[in-house]
């Protein structure tokens, strides 16, 4: 799966959509109703990280939570890989934290501290819509960049 570019119009057709998916989630044009919009009936968001699934309109949250954490957030896209009806991104998050960052353990306030956090995104879609889409965050290094990370070495135990 090294393919940089479609090479199918059904490969096209589903990169033109997981670009608009991500500008819809952009904090400068973001509209979440647009960006659940683009999900197939039944289709899902997986956060890795968090390990939820989000279905129907709470597909939406992780933008929402995302924008009110880091309100100037930006995707970098860095590589599109494409095998049929398989998109995979390799992306960064970037932004400051300046507002809560709601997590399923609970909320870290604003550390006004800037991420550029790696991410690797895999959708698959069917007649170009997102069936599922599995985003692998690297948590690890976004609560390093927030300055949190450290916080947890009182759970570690020492070798």
Known sequence: MSQHQPKTA???ANSTAI????ASAE???K???KFVSYFAEGGYFYDVGAGKKYYGREIGDT???YAAAFPEMHRELYSFYFDDDVVIVELSLNGTHNGDLVLPAGVIPPTHKEIHAPCCDVFHLKDGKVVSFHCYVAVPILL???GVFGNLSAALKKK
Do not use: F, H, K
């Open 10 to 12: 059904e490969e096209q």
């Open 19 to 22: 670009r608009a998916l991500y």
């Open 27 to 29: 904090a400068a044009a």
């Open 31 to 33: 509209d979440t109703a």
């Open 63 to 65: 933008v929402d939570i």
């Open 144 to 146: 390093e960049q927030l």
